[in-house]
Every structure is written in C-alpha cells, then in structure tokens.
C-alpha cells in the first residue's frame, strides 16, 4: 500500500510540522507532541485537555482552538501518547487555579496514559478531572471486555464541554457537562475495507470484495461481525438501528455521519440520506447533522453514526462559536 | 549473584530480540489489535538502551527502575504504562542492593507481574502479557531456562483464549485462534534472561 | 470496489437529499439539481454560479453561501451538469439587474454546456459574465490539448470572486477579479492509486505497487507520466518545481494542499510540511495556507498543490467571512 | 424516401444499441478518459425514446431536433452538446418535410456534422467522434451499409492517433494505442441507420 510519506518513523513528526505551518494560530511543539492554543493559558478558564494515537485526524489536534480544547497531545499512530505529553500540555494550558479536563478515549492504553499523566500533573499542584468517552455501542457484553470503545462522541464532548470551559464555567461543572454528553451519546461503526498503518505498510486485516465489517472500532481492528455487502440503506438500518437499541432518545439529537477517511463525501452526504430516513422512521427528531471526516481511521473506508441527545443547554453549547482547524462557526 | 551489568545485559538482550522480532509481534498484532505492538516495543526499548548508556546506573534496582520510566515516557500504547510498571516496580523491589540472588529476583519480578495485574486487571486466562509473565515467575526458581519454557508455552497457550482485555477483547470470540501479541513480546523478555545469564 | 451507495444510478440524488438534511442553510433541489443559497437572490448582487461532475466534493455544493457561491450545478459522476441546471441555477440565484458570473472549469463538457446555459440565460434577459479556470501545470502543450484544466485554483477563483460578489462590486468587476485570480493560479497533482466511479465500479487505471502517475487531473484520468514511487519530500520538489517552471510568484502565495480524496489528513500534512519546505527554498513567501480535502477525485489516493499570488486586495477578500459547509470562516 | 418513423427507427436502434455496449463504451472511456461514456449515452438515449412516445413528432425533422434538444438536456459532458447538437442541427436541415430522400438526409447530416467540427473545433485525425462521423457522412451517398463500414472503420483507425481534443488530449503521447470512445459511439449511431431501414 502505498503512502505519501518520507518513512514511518517520522509520519506523525511530518504532520506536525506541516500542522504548524498551515496554522499559525497554534502553538505546535513537534518535539515533544504537543499542540496548545496560542492564547493559552487563558486566566480563569478550565483547560481541556485531549489526545491518543495519531491516524484519527482531524482529531484532536484539529479540535484545538477557542471554543474547543486547549491542547492535544497526539501519539504515535493508533498507539495513545505517553503521560509526559499530557503533564506538559497541562502545565503549558493550565491556569494554575482553574484546573484542567482530561477527555480521554476509553482504551487500555489511554486510560492508563492520561492516569499517569494525572499523576504527574497534581505533583505539580494541578487540579485535575476526568471524562471517559465510551460511546460505541458495538462492544456489548462490556463486563468481558475493557469496555466500550470510545469513538465519535469524544467530537461532542470536547466541542460542547470546550464552549462550557471558554464561558468560564467551574472544573466541576464542565467535567459534569462531559460526563452527560457522554452518556447521551451513542456510535456505531462499519468498515468496508482495512486501513493501511505506516509501520505494517499493508492492510490491518483481510475483507474480501463483496463484505463489508459491521461494528468497527477507529484502529483498523476488524468489526465484531463479518457480513456480505449491504447497501447505503441497509448499513444505515443496522447502524441506527444498533444504537437505538441501546438508547431511546426523549431529546433531539445531534448527529454526526462520519467518514473512517476512505470514504468520499460524496458516499457519506448519500449515506446521511439513509440515516436521516430512519432516523425519520423512528421517530427521532434531528436537531443538527455534521457530515463530514471528522474521526477517522486513517485511509479505512466505512463510516460511523454518532447520536447525541441534547436539551436546550446542550444545544447552546453545540452551537455557541468554535474555531479551530477541523471544526469552526461564528467566529 | 546478578549484578547490574546483568540487568544492563538483559535489557541490551531483550533490545536485540524485539528488534528481531517487531515485524511478528505487529502481525501478531493485526487480526486482534491494532498493527503497532513491534514498532510500540522497538522504540521503548531503543530508548532503554540508549538511557542505560548515558546514566549508567550502578545497582539492579537502578538498572530496572530506569528502564520502567523510559518504557512509561517513550512506548504509550497499553503496553508502554505495564512493561514500564513491571520493570519499574521490580526495580523498586530490589531497593538499591549492589548484587542480588535469583531467589530475590524471582521475588522482587513477583511483585513487578502483581503491579501489572493491579494497574491492568488482567487475570490469568484473559489472553494478555499475564499469561506469559504469572507461568515464568512461577517457574523461576527452577532457573532462566525454566522461566523461559514457561513463558513460551503460555504465549503459546493463549491462541484458543477468548480475549477478556486489551483491544483484542472487542472482537468477543473472533479473538479465538490467535496467539496474543503482548504475552509473546512477553516470553521474549523472560527468554532474554537466559541471554544476559550466558546460559 | 465497494462503496457505500445504495445503487449506481442514484449516487448523485441521494448525496444531494443528504445535503439537503444537513445543510437547511442551503436551498437543495434535488429534482432538478441546483443548490442555492437560501438568501438568493441578494438585491444588487452579482450571481456567482459554478458547477461541474459530481465526484470532486465539497466542490462546488460545498462552496455555496454567503462570501462565496450563490448556486451550484452537479452533473452526473464526472459528468458536466445540463444547461437546463445553469439556466435554472440563474433564474433562482440572479438579482435581475446584476448578472451572473459562470465560473467554468476548462473541460471540452463543461465550456459547451455553460455556453449552452449562458444563451438560455441571455434569452431570459440575464446578463451573463464568465471566468474560464485553468491552472493546471500538468497540460503542457495546450495548443495540441483542449488546454489546460481546472483544479484547485477554482477554489480560490470561488473565494475571492465570491467575496468581491458580495461586497456588492458589479459583475465587470467580480469577472475581472476571478480571471486575475486564475491567472495568478497554478496547480500540480499526484496520484498513489486510481479513484473508482460508481458507474465503472473498478479502478479507472491500474497502478501497480511500486508506482505513482505525476500530473493527474480531477476524472481518474492517468497523469502525463508513471514513475516509480517517491517520497513525500520528492514529490513535493516536483509537484511544486512543476509550478515554479512555469510562474515565478513575485507576491506572497495563497498555498492549497489538496487530498484527492483518499490520502488522509495524516498524510496531508506532513505533505504540507514538503510543501512549505520546497517554497522556503525556492524564496517563495507564503500568506496563507489550506490543508485538507476540498477538490477531490472520488476515493483517489493522491495531493495537489495549488498556488496563487495575492496582492493585498487579494489577500483581504480571500480573508473576507466565509460561510459554506466547505471553508468556513468569521461568521 | 425516409418518413418519421424511420428516424424514430433510428434512435430506438441507437438507444438499444447503446445498452448493449454501454459497458464497453465506459471501458474504452477508462483509460483515456473518465470511465463515463457509456453511461452518459444511456441516459440519453433513454430519455430521447421516451420523449418521442410522449411527443410523437411528425416529420423526420421533428424527430431529430427534439432528440437532440434532449439528449443536450440530459447527457452533459462533452459528448451532450456534441451529439445533441448534431442530431438539431441534423434536424433543423430537414426543415418541416414529411419525408426527405437519402440525399437530402446526407446533406443535412453533413450539416450536422460540419455544426459538431464548429462547436467542438475537432478536425478529422483529432480522435474524437469526428473521425468516424466525417468518412461515414462521406460514404453516406453509397448507402446506409457503406457509411456504417466507413464509420466502423474511423473507429478503428482512431487506435493509432494521438488525442487533440477532449480528456485524452492531456495524456499527450500515452493517449496512442486506445480507441476513442467518442468515435465508437458515433459508429453505432451509424450502424443503427441500417437497422433503422431493415438492412
Ligand atoms: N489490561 C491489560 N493487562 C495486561 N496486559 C494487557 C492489558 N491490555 C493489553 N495488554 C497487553 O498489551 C498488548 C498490546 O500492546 P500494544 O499493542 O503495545 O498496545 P495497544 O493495545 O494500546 O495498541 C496485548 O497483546 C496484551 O498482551
Ligand atoms: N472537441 C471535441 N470535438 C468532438 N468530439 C469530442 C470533443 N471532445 C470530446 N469529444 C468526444 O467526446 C467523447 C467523450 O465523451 P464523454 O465521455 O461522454 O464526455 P467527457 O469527455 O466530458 O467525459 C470523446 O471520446 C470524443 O470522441
Ligand atoms: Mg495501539
Ligand atoms: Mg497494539
Ligand atoms: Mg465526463
Ligand atoms: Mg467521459
């Protein structure tokens, strides 16, 4: 598989130079791998905090800016960063009194990281605060797992938590804010081909023509289940249909029908076509769509659909100003 | 006696042996993981030895508690905060002794595996580093060559094994049939003893 | 090659309906394929309207909004769009006294069916103004070729025109702005694999591993020449030697980096990274810079690099508000 | 003579003809172009033989010039104007007769055609349509058998060019040793002349 690339070993230093080129706005540091808003520390204000492995673009680091996180610390690809990235994004955006949010994916290696990180952190008399993201309704029986994955929700918490942290709302009040976005989200996921890893250089997994896998994961791992190919329609039953059965939405929601990277718009905008028609059919009222890459698997084709139920609060923080690379409106 | 140029030596082996192998561990890593094992592996223990190099550290406690904190500060991943906690927490057990016996090794490695079982939650059977590491610290005062035969064959028993954490757990039972890729990088570092050892 | 379409003859209807429902800002009719700006037509306001094959998305729909496009035409999957959706487009987007400015891209289809629609148009009484792109580098000997094509530069020709349309600047004005705007443009594209169109459903060439094509266009055709593979720094050394042989920017450069669609933002940015990298040597100054998917080639694997020199009244409208679902900005 | 209902004859051949090779159109469209020839020809076709049973025009010029008012308004790219404006201008030289003789029709062909040279600016050995619209318009006075021989063979002989006009011009020398979609198409255009009139 080939790769627009120097070699693997310097993918995610590569990206970040070219980031800190196309965005002067950031503060990109490539040495040490972490991305901060230039007007950070911002004084009073919460600093939230992201990261994981690289391959996932725009997230995170293109979720950093005003209305969003205050920093992102990417990782190697689809491998989480190491806990002196995030004590170093925290010391670099942290007003020392306000403390600081970390939004953390829900993977072994995440989780372990960013508890790490934490560590260090409140050494070094930092407040900090945790949201989990496990949105992804694909891992079912999370007793004999690690748990459901975090996927497309972490976009939802780290936009509307983000617009609570940049109204100057407490540490305690937006990791709360996190928190429920979180649990009223929900994803799920198809692949219709494997992605392709620098380091292994060829597919993560073999899928014949003519199937596709059904509740994929961001990390090129194979889905929870193999089936024959399905159309736009279908995939958009079972998808929203896996998601629903897992939560019965009282509020509009939020969706956001995104693309693993491979995908062309112009399949995705068809496939929300699909996914609006059953939202339709279930009675679930639509208050935004997002269509677009937004958390990716680096060149996997597939998409993934993400419900998030909002009320009137919510909603406000969803549409109140965002700037930054990936994501941006009103300002 | 192991002295601390024996766990320099063993660090330096396990190096050599991840570096032989990170194209298997990361294909070992596809079909239940995410295809980064090897290369995770390979740069923690890059760093180890050129750590070792530079701060030549004098005891085995020393050796093995800067070795941890490099895994912990370059690897990430899942495997970077356990490998790094195992060393860590066996370097930490061995308190700044000069020289120690294998029996103290043996023990002081006990209490590295037990931390990695705390930080993890893995237990034995869940398809994990655990099922190489609890069979080799257990055989281990039989000797390195014991130790090694008992991580090898529990990275070998871990291919009928329904995963029950790490990334290969989302996959339920298709995870079944695959040998697990941290409990054979784990049998490399148990197999890496009997290196340093000489024998 | 698997897609995530429902059938091949209504790929193009059902993006649209899903544009539709994600964009209630814009006016999307289906039917007879135009989408326009839900404020058109603006009373004084010169019309900007665009179009072209489907497949090269977020252009053209995606451009459509204030500060930039008042209507788009999408053809068929690299198919230009029917006279009748330019003459529509018009009707609905023009303030009657104004005009309207066709942005074309210079394809044989496209140039015929515009003119076609600018003669419908006249009959209607509309006055009608056009700017032809075509920034590619990759057609050399244009007296033997339909000439050269248009890519990236007709995002910026959509911006900037765009902008000047809406400050309220009279159609002469706007169409001389866009012809200096394209002709301060030039483009470069690789491709690492072939895109896959729905109507052929396989590759459209085959590239063996190992290779690349250098100075592809927007329609899956093969580029001017097959190399063996290169790096993303070489590929950045031709790319932008291509465009630096045949202008030498005396004004800082508005710089695109464009993914054809299939090449991830990873990978885009670290491409980027070459980019910047070659024009630093090469002495050229850079005043902004674009990284990601926006004139795309289906699923293609591949970038182009698009320059344009800008002047300070260049610079201020590229800069001026955005507010499309494809570039947004200020508003 | 020729009545309207021969040259509705004439593009219900067309359109089933161009069914049957509209995978291989796209094909001979892929390497040089766009992979969208044939497609791009069925739906117009269809939309032209579904619009003369719904208008029923009653003069051969009739049939011609909303053929080609509809094929402009449903096939876009390169090949909607061209074909459409062939198949107008075609018509439009008929003027309003009930039936026309084979001469007349070739002349008003040529029309069309010498329209299609002016609105593309392709000359013969460009390889494009023209190159198998010029020779069978040219043989067209030996009959409607001659002129599809003639056409088929422009076809052909489209291989060996190297493109002038339209995508397979950006190619440049790589455009050499594909025939041209265009061209092929105009042949079975031509061919369905003789099916028309039952040869
Ligand atoms: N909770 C856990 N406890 C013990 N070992 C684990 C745990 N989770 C994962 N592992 C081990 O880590 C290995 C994967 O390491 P690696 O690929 O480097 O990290 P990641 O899964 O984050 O990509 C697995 O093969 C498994 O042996
Ligand atoms: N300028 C031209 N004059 C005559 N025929 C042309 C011209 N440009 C293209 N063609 C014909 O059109 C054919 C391509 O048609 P089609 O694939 O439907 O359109 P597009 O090239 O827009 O995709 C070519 O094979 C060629 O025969
Ligand atoms: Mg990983
Ligand atoms: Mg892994
Ligand atoms: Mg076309
Ligand atoms: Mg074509």
Redesign the interface.
Request: proline share 5%; no cysteine.
């Given at each position: 598989m080939k790769m627009l690339i120097n070699v693997a070993e310097t993918v995610v230093a590569d990206a970040l130079r070219g980031m800190a080129a196309a965005h002067p706005e950031l503060v990109v540091d490539v040495d040490h791998r972490v991305i901060v808003r230039r007007d950070a520390p911002v004084e009073g204000k919460v600093a939230l905090i992201s990261g994981g492995g690289s391959g996932h673009e725009p997230l995170h680091g293109g979720f950093v800016g005003p209305g969003m996180l205050s920093a992102a610390c990417p990782g190697e690809v689809f491998t989480s960063p190491v806990p002196d990235q995030m004590a170093r994004a925290a010391a670099a955006a942290v007003d020392s009194g306000a403390g600081v949010l970390f939004i953390v994916k829900n993977y072994t290696g995440d989780v372990l990281n960013f508890d790490m990180a934490a560590e260090l952190a409140e050494d070094e008399g930092i407040q900090v605060a945790k949201v989990l993201v496990n949105d992804d309704v694909a891992v079912t029986d999370s007793l004999y797992t690690a748990g459901r994955r975090g996927t497309g929700a972490t976009l939802f918490v780290e936009k509307i938590a983000g617009a609570a942290a940049d109204e100057g709302q407490p540490l305690g009040q937006v990791e709360a804010i996190g928190r429920q976005v979180n649990e009223n989200s929900r994803s799920f996921g198809v692949a219709l081909s494997a992605c392709t890893t620098p380091a292994k250089g060829s597919p993560t997994f073999d899928l014949p023509p003519g199937e596709l896998e059904l509740g994929i994961g961001i990390h090129g791992e194979p889905g929870r289940e193999r089936r024959a190919m399905m159309t736009s329609g279908e995939i958009a039953d079972f998808s929203v249909g896996a998601i629903l059965d897992d939560m019965t939405p009282r509020n509009p929601v939020l969706v956001l029908v995104n693309s693993m990277g491979g995908t062309p718009l112009l399949e995705l905008y068809g496939f929300n076509a699909e996914v609006q028609r059953v939202l339709s059919e279930r009675g679930v009222a639509v208050a935004r769509t997002l269509v677009g890459n937004y958390v990716t698997s680096l060149d996997m084709a597939g998409a993934s659909v993400t419900l998030c139920q909002v009320d009137e609060e919510l909603l406000r923080l969803w549409d109140a100003p965002v700037k930054t690379p990936g994501l941006r409106w009103g300002m | 006696m192991l002295d601390a140029a024996f766990f320099r030596r063993w660090m330096t082996a396990t190096a050599a042996s991840v570096d032989r192998e990170a194209e298997r561990l990361?294909?070992l890593d596809?079909?239940?993981?995410?295809?980064?094992h090897?290369?995770?592996l390979q740069?923690g223990f890059h760093a180890v030895t050129a750590e070792l190099e530079k701060e030549d550290p004098q005891t085995p406690g020393a050796v093995l508690t800067l070795a941890g904190r490099h895994l912990?500060?370059?690897?990430?991943?899942?495997?970077?905060?356990?490998y790094g906690t195992l060393l860590r927490r066996t370097g930490k057990a061995l308190g700044d002794a000069g020289e120690v016996s294998e029996a103290e090794f043996a023990q002081a490695l006990r209490a590295g595996v037990d931390a990695v079982m705390t930080?993890?939650g893995a237990a034995p059977g869940d398809k994990t580093m655990i099922d190489s590491l609890v069979p080799a610290v257990d055989a281990l005062s039989d000797g390195f060559t014991a130790a090694r035969a008992a991580a090898e064959e529990g990275a070998l028993a871990t291919t009928p094994l329904?995963?029950?954490?790490?990334?290969a757990?989302?996959?339920?039972e298709?995870s079944i049939g695959h040998q697990d890729p941290g409990a054979t990088s784990s049998a490399l570092l148990i197999a890496a003893l009997t290196e340093a050892a000489g024998e």
């Open positions: - | 990361t294909a596809s079909p239940i993981g995410d295809a980064d090897g290369s995770n740069r912990i500060s370059t690897v990430g991943g899942a495997s970077g905060p356990l930080l993890g329904q995963a029950r954490k790490g990334r757990s989302y996959l339920g298709r």
